[in-house]
């Protein structure tokens, strides 16, 4: 038996709090991620500890996020540190409902205001000759800084990814101005999920009143059937991004 298609979602959880960091979300995170049963999940902001928010909220969570996601979907799961502070830190997590192999968190840092990472772990879907590779990225605000990202990102897929294989890169890209991160993906030979099956991006920020893509999903050696955005309650009011997901297929 050989998984025919799976899907993947990727989502800035805003570390588990409302847009306005007002209430905890995440009994409502993970029971809206649950009713759609994705197959891999890419998660940026996630928090993997916050001690003053451990004290000031008791619904707030003592274990890490990506733990607790993992026990309540019954998915296996990685994190990857970025940000680092006094009460904690946070970063990007993968979980996966397929056997999950940790690889590598790439340090994009470029300067002391914006820690940020990549996430690069491999999955390994039934019977698949090769494993998928799952890329899960949250870049910097600024433009001149995504510019020395994307080039970071280039070179480690060039040295450590085989040109075969399957490849996801999702993720937060805050590109709103959309001036080069598809430069990015044409130059490593991928193609937006969404854009791929209808022909612009979606905007997915803010959460209320979307006006701005910035999340992305990137796939390279893939087939892609469809690509949504996940619009609406209760994803309007959990996070200040919509989550966007795409089903795929081997080539």
């Known amino acids: 038996m050989t998984t025919q298609s799976f899907i993947l ?9 409302s847009p306005l960091n007002r209430q905890v979300k995440m009994q409502g995170i993970a029971q809206a991620l649950e009713s759609i049963g994705s197959d891999v ?3 940026q902001e996630v928090q993997g500890q916050n001690l ?6 008791n619904e707030y969570p003592d274990q890490s996020q990506h733990e607790w996601f993992g026990e309540y979907l019954q998915l296996q799961n990685s994190y990857g540190k970025n940000s680092e502070y006094e009460n904690g830190h946070h970063g990007n997590a993968v979980l996966s409902r397929f056997p ?5 968190n790439v340090n994009i840092t470029v300067n002391k205001l914006e820690q940020r990472g990549v996430l690069h772990c491999e999955v390994q879907p039934l019977g698949w000759e090769k494993p998928l590779v799952i890329l899960c990225a949250h870049l910097n605000l600024f433009e001149r800084d995504r510019v020395k990202q994307y080039e970071a990102i280039s070179q480690y897929m060039r040295n450590e990814i085989d040109d075969d294989q399957p490849l ?3 993720g937060d890209f805050n590109d709103w101005k959309r001036m080069s991160c598809d430069r990015l993906a ?16 979606s905007p997915t920020f803010p959460a209320k009143l979307p006006v701005l893509s910035l999340d992305r999903i990137y796939v390279r050696n893939l ?3 469809d690509a949504w955005v996940h619009t609406g309650k209760p994803w309007s009011t959990l996070s200040d991004h919509l989550p966007i997901s795409a089903e795929f297929t081997l080539v």
């Open 41 to 43: 999940l890419c998660l």
């Open 9 to 17: 979602t990727s989502y800035n959880i805003h570390k588990g709090m």
């Open 186 to 201: 044409s130059n490593l030979g991928m193609v937006e999920a969404f854009r791929h099956c209808h022909g612009k991006l």
């Open 52 to 57: 003053k928010r451990n004290m000031q909220y």
């Open 168 to 170: 996801i890169l999702a």
């Open 100 to 104: 999950l192999d940790p690889k590598h």
């Open 223 to 225: 087939k892609v059937k």
